[in-house]
């Protein structure tokens, strides 16, 4: 999974370097970059961990979403930015969760 992690977090970079440029030109690039600056964050803490397990991983990404979405200087809307934040943390723990739950049921159908 970290590698994964690794190179969403790297495309979500250069994209943002992309993204900036842009925004002196056009400013409704500025959803872009929030949006993309929460895409790096998220990834970029994901990547840099460690976990023991999906469990340990559902744990702490739901955990995760209790917490305060970091105030980042470089966001231009830090409210826009915490909402983009909690839903790439919020749609992560769907994702898995889901995948849980087709996994189990794969299991159970098998054993009928």
């Known amino acids: 999974?970290?590698?994964?992690?690794?190179?969403?977090?790297?495309?979500?970079?250069?994209?943002?370097?992309?993204?900036?440029?842009?925004?002196?030109?056009?400013?409704?690039?500025?959803?872009?970059?929030?949006?993309?600056?929460?895409?790096?964050c998220v990834y970029n803490?994901?990547?840099e961990r460690t976990f023991v397990g999906r469990e340990a991983f559902l744990r702490s990404l739901q955990?995760?979403?209790?917490?305060?979405a970091p105030v980042l200087n470089e966001a231009f809307d830090q409210e826009r930015f915490?909402?983009?934040y909690g839903n790439m943390i919020q749609g992560l723990v769907d994702k898995y969760q889901r995948a849980d739950l087709t996994r189990h049921l794969r299991g159970a159908s098998n054993s009928l």
Do not use: Q
């Open 82 to 84: 915490a909402r983009f």
């Open 63 to 68: 955990e995760w979403l209790t917490a305060p």
């Open 1 to 40: 999974m970290n590698e994964e992690f690794a190179a969403k977090a790297d495309s979500a970079e250069r994209y943002l370097r992309e993204v900036k440029g842009k925004v002196k030109a056009n400013h409704s690039y500025e959803f872009i970059y929030d949006a993309t600056l929460a895409e790096f």
């Open 45 to 47: 803490w994901l990547c």
